[in-house]
């Protein structure tokens, strides 16, 4: 079968192979792989800067999604011909998340989805939606679990006010769920032309952050002056000051990301006395991706996604990620 592994850290280093097709164990399913989807996470296990272990070499790409071809004797979940997408978190199942758990991550340090075949344990599996593709479903594991969660944790509902920042895969999940949760959103983007389209999705305000460098302030006026209920920080250290400064007096910050950087240098007086609540996020556990599934399906909501590449054009697809222009996800469609 069709297989990208990444035999040493870089672009260069991601070649098409051909493996042995897997059979499943017991408690597996067999996945024929249909499409995948990119995140940063991936393109920092390419480049080596993961923040977990590897061994080389790997398949790359953590989000997947497909249709079961066989089961094991003790799989419960699953049957062939069902159409599913894989959970990233696959020990998580419920509760809270345990440090016993934090290793088992596909695509890093668990073999990724670039296979053609793949057998997975049936609790890394979910029921992909009914009514998507298994390219748009391929975006789900990840950007669209977490704005989910970041929506769920903030509280938010009708009548209030999300800021988000910039206009890729999770930012625009979590534009889509404010606006199904009747809440008014805040995009802030460098490019006007990403803003109008974020307008076209839903959004109520979008300020371009170059012309507006600032712009902390103009979403507190575009907020009616208080501040947003919850800002969905998806950069990280570059944006974090403003994030503070655009959140009403005991607002949520949902931080998912540092693309802008690990290093954060808040005013402490700030966070104390606009009693605001920083809260770290990674995705979330399979009961709560279930939910989100049973969501998407009974609003029939599509993911937004940019460009999808052929099979062997990986390398192309995670250069455009890099660069930063595309609006949305960026997805692999096996079949090309």
């Given amino acids: 079968m069709r297989a990208i ?24 399913v067999l996945v024929r792989v249909e499409a995948a989807s990119l995140n940063f996470r991936d393109w920092m296990l390419v480049d ?5 272990g590897v061994s080389l070499p790997i398949v790359p790409v953590s989000d997947g ?29 419920a509760g809270a998340m345990r440090p016993e758990w934090e290793g088992a991550e596909i695509g890093g340090p668990e073999p990724g989805v670039m296979r053609e075949l793949a057998c997975f344990d049936q609790y890394s599996l ?33 009548g209030q006010t999300v800021l988000l920042l910039g206009t890729g895969g999770v930012s625009l999940f979590a534009l889509q769920f404010a606006k199904l949760r009747g809440a008014k959103a805040i995009v802030v983007s460098s490019s006007d032309d990403k803003l109008a389209r974020a307008k076209a999705l839903g959004a109520d305000v ?13 979403v507190r006026e575009a907020s009616g002056g208080a501040g947003v209920d919850a800002v969905i920080e998806t950069i990280g250290a570059a944006t974090l000051p403003q994030s503070l400064d655009a959140v009403r007096m005991h607002g949520f910050i949902g931080v ?11 005013p402490l007086s700030k966070v104390v006395l606009k009693r605001v609540r920083v809260q770290g996020i990674s995705v979330a ?32 697809a995670f250069e455009q990620l890099v660069a930063g222009r ?11």
């Fill in 126 to 158: 979910a029921r992909a939606p009914s009514h998507l593709t298994s390219l748009q479903a391929a975006t789900l594991p990840i950007a669209s679990l977490t704005a989910w969660q970041a929506l769920e944790l903030a509280g938010i509902t009708t």
């Fill in 256 to 266: 998912l990301g540092w693309i802008g950087g690990m290093d954060a240098t808040l």
């Fill in 326 to 336: 595309h609006f949305g996800k960026l997805a692999v469609d096996f079949s090309v």
């Fill in 206 to 218: 979008g300020i371009n952050y170059t012309e507006h460098p600032q712009w902390g302030a103009l």
């Fill in 48 to 52: 080596g800067q993961l923040y977990r």
């Fill in 65 to 93: 999604a497909g249709t079961v071809a066989e089961v094991g004797a003790a799989v419960t979940r699953f049957k062939p011909g069902d159409r599913v997408t894989t959970f990233y978190k696959s020990r998580w199942i």
């Fill in 5 to 28: 592994q990444l035999s040493a850290f870089g672009l260069d280093h991601l070649q098409q192979v051909d493996l042995p097709a897997p059979r499943p164990g017991p408690n597996e």
């Fill in 285 to 316: 556990p399979l009961e709560e991706h279930e939910r989100m599934v049973a969501a998407i399906e009974a609003t029939r909501l599509e993911p937004v996604i940019d460009r999808a590449y052929g099979f062997g054009q990986l390398r192309e």
